[in-house]
């Protein structure tokens, strides 16, 4: 269901989760051994500094920022709190927005994406939100499994769409730092609270953002939702659990929003390797599907092969995206690193091969 599991056999590189290849900021140790410090004291129970300095970061009001353990929990949160009776996802796509839906007795429609189109979000789904209506909608900008952005005209419509149905819109941006363009590729200036292109009409919508990607800490567990109006926010947090956010993810996630040029670094190396690995996955015959972050979608061309155990099996930890809705077996997703770790994959990935 999803990646990560290094603890059910010995994985020397685990490709299987994607983070900042840069790895951890050398900065967030000295961060650490301060929050050690305080860990006698309760949390701030409404994470008032870290809002604050979040909302500074995007130029929003901090009253329209929560905090959460990591982006599943908002996730799950917002369904929690908001009560749909109606959702929709598209397919492939993070299979969590489903389980949140799921969990509230939601019913479910499902609007697939199309190979043939490398699985881009576009004008199929915002045709499924006029027919449906559903009273909630999750997307992924960019996706996962297969790394697409939503192009800003795609997102335009994709709102007012939303906000002609009544929809509650819940845009997941967890990897939108890792493209290329950065911010640039956020939706959030959309949702009102930053005086957006659409004048503020995305009246109910909801941005999940994550440090655990863009900063590599996904053992810290910190995501955080812009919201698009005060009510909102306020409504999410009241559904929180109290006390969410530990000591050190809050002085964490306060040191990742100083952090100078960090990001543009590892955006860097991601846009190297993505060009790399998508050249020398193609060479060896796979089918490999265009990404703007920091992963790879692809097929084996004998979808009978599994390369999900065999690369286990030699210490490399990889996705196997047969569980998400429309692949089925032969699909797989790796993350970008640096040219070396690249290198020890590919490596590792012909042997496999040769041995089949």
């Not at 192009?151 to 290329?180: Q, Y």
Request: proline share 4%; aromatic share 8%.
């Amino acid at each position: 269901m999803h990646g990560g599991d290094i603890y059910s056999g010995k994985v020397d590189i685990d490709l299987s989760i994607n983070c900042n290849p840069l790895g951890m900021p050398a900065s967030f140790r000295e961060a650490y051994d301060k929050a050690y410090q305080s860990l006698t004291a309760y949390p701030d129970l409404l994470s008032r500094s870290l809002r604050e300095k979040i909302g500074v970061y995007h130029r929003v009001d901090a009253d329209c920022i929560v905090c959460g353990n990591g982006a599943s929990e908002l996730i799950q949160t917002l369904c929690y709190a908001i009560k749909p009776k109606s959702g929709m996802i598209t397919a492939p796509s993070f299979s969590g927005y489903e389980r949140a839906l799921s969990n509230v007795g939601c019913d479910i429609y499902i609007s697939e994406l199309m190979e043939e189109e490398d699985y881009l979000i576009g004008e199929p789904l915002i045709k499924d939100i006029k027919e449906k209506r559903p009273d909630m909608v999750f997307v992924a900008n960019p996706n996962n499994p297969n790394g697409r952005k939503i192009d800003r005209a795609t997102g335009e419509r994709l709102i007012e769409a939303c906000r002609e149905s009544g929809s509650f819109l819940v845009i997941d941006e967890c990897f939108v730092e890792l493209t290329k363009e950065g911010e640039g590729n956020s939706l959030k200036d959309m949702l009102g609270t930053t005086g957006g292109a659409i004048d503020g009409r995305a009246d109910r919508a909801v941005i999940i953002r994550s440090f655990t990607k863009a900063y590599a800490i996904p053992g810290i567990r910190l995501g955080y939702a812009i919201c698009s109006n005060k009510e909102i926010a306020k409504l999410i947090t009241e559904s929180l659990p109290e006390w969410n956010i530990s000591i050190p993810a809050t002085v964490m996630g306060e040191k990742a929003l100083e952090e100078g040029d960090y990001l543009e670094r590892g955006r860097e190396t991601l846009a190297e390797g993505l060009t790399y690995l998508t050249a020398e996955l193609e060479a060896r015959g796979m089918k490999v599907y265009p990404s703007d972050t920091a992963y790879i979608l692809f097929r084996l061309p004998n979808k009978k092969a599994d390369l999900y155990e065999k690369m286990k099996a030699r210490g490399i930890l990889i996705r196997d995206c047969s569980d998400y809705r429309t692949l089925g077996k032969g699909y797989y997703r790796i993350a970008i690193r640096n040219r070396e770790i690249n290198d020890r994959f590919l490596k590792i990935l012909d042997e496999v091969m040769s041995d089949e």
